[in-house]
């Protein structure tokens, strides 16, 4: 009997209109009824993860920032959180303004915004349901806040081509001692070495005494591999990632198809 469904937010449980269908609304309120734990794991701030747990009903632990952070279904409480080792980020953030790269700063629930317009800015709010702050010299902001050994996470932004060349330079620039994943084709994330969401998941399991052969996960991108090697089930959406497709147990339907309804209904019967 499988006691955890996992999932991951954009382009697995939400629709491409960033929204969660009534569909699997309705499959995930009646599995939750039925004792199955249903656990978000996203790449978004607590806060995000927060607004869609209301909305599900559901009160259980939130992983954000890719698994850097695990807090109460409050999205406040912090239970576990892992930064970026201080002289790291200080490499990355100089990066990306000598570079000019579009970037989003992930400290907790705060976001702090470079090298974009306005549009850009915008196209991000249906990623990020926190309020996100501008800023023009966000070295110089960083260091006066001393929020150094306080970031989660890097958000990169752009076409996947320029972002998988900056990856390969960030990489080197990092002698390979931060995790750099694709969670979609546009966006890059970086984050600790020891910060996943398998490891998350497993840190949850052990706060809800549920061991990994007993859950199920469902996901898209880079970033979700990790748990789904790690559940007892991993899925995969039928619009991941090739290389998340490979590693999974199983592949359901889209996003747009109510692809995690379909895992439902096929593992528990529902």
């Given at each position: 009997m499988y006691k955890l469904l996992g999932l991951d937010l954009d382009g697995t449980l939400l629709n491409s209109q960033h929204e969660i269908s009534d569909t699997n609304k309705e499959k995930i309120r009646l599995?939750?009824?039925?004792?199955?734990?249903?656990?978000?794991?996203?790449?978004?701030?607590?806060?995000?993860?927060?607004?869609?747990?209301?909305?599900?009903?559901?009160?259980?632990?939130?992983?954000?920032?890719?698994?850097?952070?695990?807090?109460?279904?409050?999205g406040e409480k912090v239970l576990y959180q892992k930064c970026i080792d201080e002289e790291l980020a200080k490499k990355m953030v100089n990066y990306v303004?000598?570079?000019?790269?579009?970037?989003?700063?992930?400290?907790?629930n705060m976001v702090l915004f470079h090298g974009g317009e306005a549009e850009e800015l915008e196209r991000a709010k249906d990623y990020i349901l926190?309020?996100?702050?501008?800023?023009?010299?966000?070295?110089?902001?960083?260091?006066?806040?001393?929020?150094?050994?306080?970031i989660n996470k890097i958000l990169l932004a752009g076409e996947n081509q320029n972002l998988l060349k900056h990856r390969e330079k960030l990489n080197d620039l990092t002698n390979g001692n931060l995790s750099m994943?694709?969670?979609?084709?546009?966006?890059?994330?970086?984050?600790?070495?020891?910060?996943?969401?398998?490891?998350?998941?497993?840190?949850?399991?052990?706060?809800?005494?549920?061991?990994?052969?007993?859950?199920?996960?469902?996901?898209?991108?880079e970033n979700d591999i990790s748990m789904i090697e790690y559940a007892g089930v991993g899925v995969a959406m039928?619009?991941?990632?090739?290389?998340?497709?490979?590693?999974?147990?199983?592949?359901?339907?889209?996003?747009?198809?109510?692809?995690?309804?379909?895992?439902i209904k096929k593992v528990w019967n529902i």
């Open positions: 599995l939750y009824a039925k004792g199955v734990k249903v656990i978000l794991l996203s790449g978004r701030e607590p806060s995000s993860l927060k607004a869609f747990a209301e909305e599900l009903g559901i009160k259980e632990p939130l992983s954000g920032l890719n698994g850097g952070i695990i807090t109460d279904h409050t303004c000598n570079e000019n790269v579009v970037s989003f700063i992930f400290i907790g926190a309020d996100i702050k501008p800023i023009k010299n966000i070295f110089k902001y960083i260091g006066e806040n001393n929020l150094w050994g306080k994943e694709f969670s979609l084709p546009i966006f890059l994330e970086l984050f600790n070495k020891d910060v996943s969401k398998g490891r998350a998941l497993a840190k949850i399991g052990e706060m809800l005494d549920i061991k990994g052969e007993e859950m199920v996960v469902i996901g898209d991108g039928e619009n991941a990632l090739s290389t998340v497709k490979n590693r999974a147990d199983y592949i359901t339907l889209s996003n747009d198809e109510d692809g995690v309804s379909h895992v």
